[in-house]
């Protein structure tokens, strides 16, 4: 699909469009729009391409995590970068970027924000903000955000 770039920076999509390919006969083809965000602007734009030419691994919590077995190095002697979601700050895993993405449930913010505000990941903690679901998520607050050390980022729900 079409992708749009900014004047001031080739590789930054303006507001655009695009279309994932379509994977089997018969099947639609499913097509996005997406507007820029100054949160994600100010806050995860800085990491656009920080980590080029580095393993990335991004971490889920099933129970395939307890056979994962990290390394700080890859076998060509590369960083290896990590990235997950919440639930990741329960195991032993150390984890570069986390993102906690929602308040409610058992594992979520509003139970346990002492234990996620106290969290460290190794470069940066965000809180998600839902632009279309302000009380969903713990990024639409920044005093929370500011109480946990975390960066605001910015999704819509579909």
């Not at 060509?76 to 150390?94: C, F, H, L, Q």
């Not at 308040?103 to 979520?108: E, F, H, I, L, T």
Request: charged share 20%.
């Amino acid at each position: 699909g079409k992708v749009e770039a900014a004047a001031t920076n080739d590789a930054i999509p303006a507001s655009a469009s695009y279309c994932i390919p379509v994977m089997c006969k018969g099947c639609a083809q499913v097509c996005k729009t997406y507007a820029r965000s100054s949160i994600n602007e100010r806050n995860v734009l800085p990491l656009y391409n920080v980590h080029a030419n580095q393993t990335g691994i991004l971490l889920g919590t099933g129970g395939s995590l307890d056979r994962y077995v990290h390394s700080d190095y890859d076998d060509e002697g590369r960083r290896v970068v990590t990235a997950s979601i919440k639930s990741i700050i329960y195991t032993d895993v150390p984890v570069d970027y986390v993102i906690f993405s929602d308040r409610a449930g058992p594992k979520g913010y509003d139970k346990n924000f002492r234990i996620i505000d106290a969290y460290q990941a190794r470069k940066q903690k965000f809180y998600l903000h839902m632009a279309n679901q302000k009380a969903f998520a713990p990024g639409s607050n920044p005093e929370w955000c500011a109480r946990g050390n975390a960066k605001a980022m910015e999704a819509r729900a579909a």
